[in-house]
């Protein structure tokens, strides 16, 4: 009999987008293939994300892993807590989609072109710190919502920008309303953003094989390493104000040799007292196998660094 694959996704527009670039892929595979939606609590819930906790958006998924209702989850990387899940394996991290931020602003404006006292909008107080950091003379407002509900207080004018994750916009074709990409020297995203994480239960060996030859990209499995190991070594979970980018470049080694190696760079708020903020860099490359260890290297720098006083519940990244 011929098996189906079901994979469990929230019900989001991005979420079905993004759960059908792996679906696609195996049923290139010759798979078949079900997409199940599961509701989370973060769908449910309009509070905003530090009151209701880390995991709103990915627990549901898991636990219909775990209870055989689906055979995959897949999660926005950058949404699962840094702890791993007892019986659940990492099976796939799909090619990345740009993990840049990105501005959509009224009248097509950038960054710099906002006079100051224009109302930009965020859930994250990773971009709250860095917009602050810039110095721009911006009033940061929070938000929460989908990407719609998002652009629309653009659009309706209640506010001048807002600065959403560029993948999300990519993945729903609507990268045409971005009216900047913000450098990463401005603004670091997330760690994991725009990375997928694609789950199977443990012991399904044939799910787990199957997506690692499918769908694993292993560049953007080693960055993605990098930065969550630096922010799980900070002890900040997923709701901290940390910023991190890795990627994978070519270097010689001692004998004139190509290796690949992992560039990393985090910074984090060390401080978001009133309108002031105090925000610590680090930066390191280590070989591509050592990834893991380059992600606690570069935490241990930014704690020496100060950034101790961030860790506390609390904080949101997204």
């Known amino acids: 009999m011929t098996r189906t694959i079901r994979i469990g996704t929230r019900g989001s527009a991005l979420a079905l987008a993004q759960t ?9 595979a010759g ?16 509070a905003p994300i530090a009151e209701i906790g880390v995991g709103v958006f990915t627990s549901a998924l898991r636990e ?31 090619l990345r989609e740009d ?7 009224r009248d097509g404006l950038t960054l710099g072109e906002l006079p100051p006292g224009s109302t930009v909008g965020t859930g994250a107080t990773r971009r709250l710190a860095q917009l602050r950091a810039l110095g ?28 959403l994750a560029r993948a999300g916009l990519v993945r729903l074709g609507r990268a045409g309303e971005i009216t900047e990409t913000l450098d990463p020297i401005q603004m670091l995203p997330a760690p994991a953003q725009g990375a997928l994480a694609v789950e199977c239960r443990v012991d399904d060996v044939d799910i787990e094989h199957l997506l690692r030859s499918t769908v694993d990209d292993e560049a953007t499995r080693a960055a993605v390493t990098a930065e969550r190991a630096m922010l799980a070594a900070l002890e900040a979970g997923c709701s901290a104000p940390v910023g991190a980018l890795a990627e994978v470049v070519e270097d010689l080694d001692a004998d004139g040799s190509v290796v690949e190696r992992v560039s990393l760079r985090g910074v984090a708020a060390a401080g978001l007292d ?22 606690r290297d570069l935490a241990a720098e930014l704690l020496d660094l100060g950034a101790g006083a961030l860790s506390g519940p609390g904080r949101n990244q997204r």
């Open 99 to 105: 993990p840049r931020d990105a501005l959509i602003a």
């Open 31 to 46: 798979e078949n293939v079900e997409v199940v939606k599961v509701s989370t609590p973060g769908d449910r819930s309009h």
């Open 20 to 28: 059908e670039t792996i679906a696609d892929a195996l049923r290139k």
């Open 136 to 163: 721009l003379g911006l009033e940061i407002v929070p938000i929460r919502g989908n990407i719609d509900t998002r652009l629309r207080k653009v659009t309706d004018g209640e506010l001048d920008a807002v600065v």
């Open 274 to 295: 009133g309108e002031s903020v105090e925000l610590l860099r680090a930066s390191a490359v280590a070989d591509k196998s050592d990834a893991e260890r380059l992600g």
């Open 64 to 94: 219909a892993l775990q209870h055989k209702q689906v055979d995959v989850a897949i999660h926005s990387y950058k949404d699962l807590p840094t702890a791993p899940e007892a019986g659940i394996v990492l099976a796939a991290v799909p």
